[in-house]
């Protein structure tokens, strides 16, 4: 952890009176510019700006509203210790309603009112057009959920994945898996729009090219609730792997929907809101639901974490979303602190750092175009629990780690 980033998330915890935080007050910061407040004080300098451009209406809203919260989290625990440098940060919201045009607007609005970095992005269709947006303005953007592999290219700068991975990345994971897994059939169930369609392309080729393995798709709209005829397009079939993991609202109801028409097999969703696929599955997701998530749900440091979000937000658990959104608010503050607020010097200092963010299971750092350059999503599944104390108040469930993979090789974009 670079020296910044443990002064801001040190102070923080330690205000929250959180056991084991491991800030580090002293005055070694030689560069920085001086506190105009006291440690702990109100801070009253020019407020620095950060923008949140995510889904807050339509099927993606449980995750826009988790990146959101962890955000706003992240924003309240530095100014209560002063805000960076005596500045308080702001976040200014734009909800994207799952619409590119409307993501655009956001990131112009935010961009023009001043933003120093904007996060939060769900859809693939809104991170193809906003990315555009960002590398122009020459603005950080974080995407949280968005995978499609087109939104990076070779001569991006500005834009950057913070947990989910390109769709070659995260397909090849769920091919290896079968293969371990002796698996001869495996049914996929896709959205039909950007990462749906790129998570589709990536898992063909994956499963393309092992011996004996084969792959079924069928293509959903995005707001689609009932898959029974998606699903009994597949009996047929008889998959013993069923992937969700294309269609990230449909995990729950895929989930509850093939027990009952009898495919009792594991299904593998798409890095979920964990409350919103057992609120749907019920006892159809324990021990069967298994899911991709950038967080380390039985890491000591997610939970202390969870525990002040689940204090400050209406959500019942801290998914990884959140741990993101927090994140991104913490690596701005630490870049901002460092260099100053200009857009262009924290885009260049955040590409040479790495970050241990609290409760993420992987070092956060970028190759040169922003992929993750040392993902290692963990794999979970849906356990009975009983969840640690005051870390999930929407049940006794919780999610178990299964498997921790090899740092996934980065996604690079075609020239």
Not at 90 to 105: I, K, R, T
Not at 229 to 255: C, K, M, Q, W
Request: glycine share 12%; net charge negative.
């Amino acid at each position: 952890m670079t020296r910044g980033m443990s002064r801001i998330i040190g102070a923080a915890a330690a205000l929250a009176l959180v056991a084991g935080a491991c800030g580090d007050d002293d005055d070694d910061d030689a560069g920085a510019p001086a506190d105009t407040t006291e440690e702990g004080g109100e801070p009253s300098g020019e407020p620095i700006t950060i923008g949140v451009v995510t889904s807050l209406t339509g099927p993606f809203t449980p995750w826009g509203l988790q990146v959101r919260d962890g955000m706003q989290l992240a924003v309240d625990e530095i100014n209560a210790d002063g805000g960076v440098d005596g500045r308080p940060l702001e976040l200014e919201v734009a909800d994207d309603q799952m619409s590119p045009e409307e993501g655009v607007s956001g990131v112009e609005r935010l961009v023009e009112e001043g933003a120093v970095a904007i996060g939060g992005v769900i859809s693939s269709d809104v991170g193809l057009a906003t990315a555009r947006v960002a590398e122009e303005s020459e603005v950080p953007l974080f995407l949280v959920k968005a995978g499609n592999e087109q939104i990076l290219t070779q001569d991006s700068r500005y834009t950057f994945r913070t947990c989910l991975p390109a769709a070659p990345m995260v397909a090849g994971p769920i091919a290896q898996f079968a293969e371990e897994e002796g698996l001869t059939r495996v049914g996929a169930i896709i959205a039909d729009y950007g990462w749906g369609q790129a998570f589709r392309a990536a898992a063909e080729e994956e499963f393309g090219a092992l011996d004996g393995v084969d792959l079924q798709v069928e293509v959903a709209p995005v707001d689609e609730t009932d898959f029974t005829t998606y699903l009994r397009n597949l009996e047929s079939f008889d998959p013993e792997l069923l992937v969700a993991t294309g269609h990230p609202p449909g995990s729950g109801p895929i989930t509850v929907q093939s027990a009952d028409l009898g495919l009792d097999v594991q299904v593998t969703g798409a890095y979920a809101v964990l409350p919103e696929v057992v609120s749907a599955a019920g006892d159809a997701a324990t021990g069967r639901y298994t899911d991709f998530d950038c967080a380390d749900y039985e890491g000591e440091e997610y939970q202390e974490l969870a525990r002040r979000y689940l204090e400050s937000s209406d959500n019942t658990f801290m998914d990884d979303d959140a741990v993101a959104g927090y994140g991104i608010v913490t690596m701005v503050a630490q870049a901002v602190e460092e260099v100053g607020d200009d857009p262009t010097a924290i885009a260049e200092y955040l590409h040479e750092q790495t970050f241990d963010l609290p409760g993420y299971s992987f070092e956060m750092g970028w190759t040169e175009w922003g992929e993750l350059a040392s993902a290692q999503p963990l794999f979970t599944v849906i356990g009975e629990g009983p969840a640690p104390e005051g870390v999930n108040e929407g049940g006794e469930w919780y999610p178990e780690t299964l498997i921790l993979p090899d740092p996934l090789e980065p996604y690079e974009p075609a020239q």
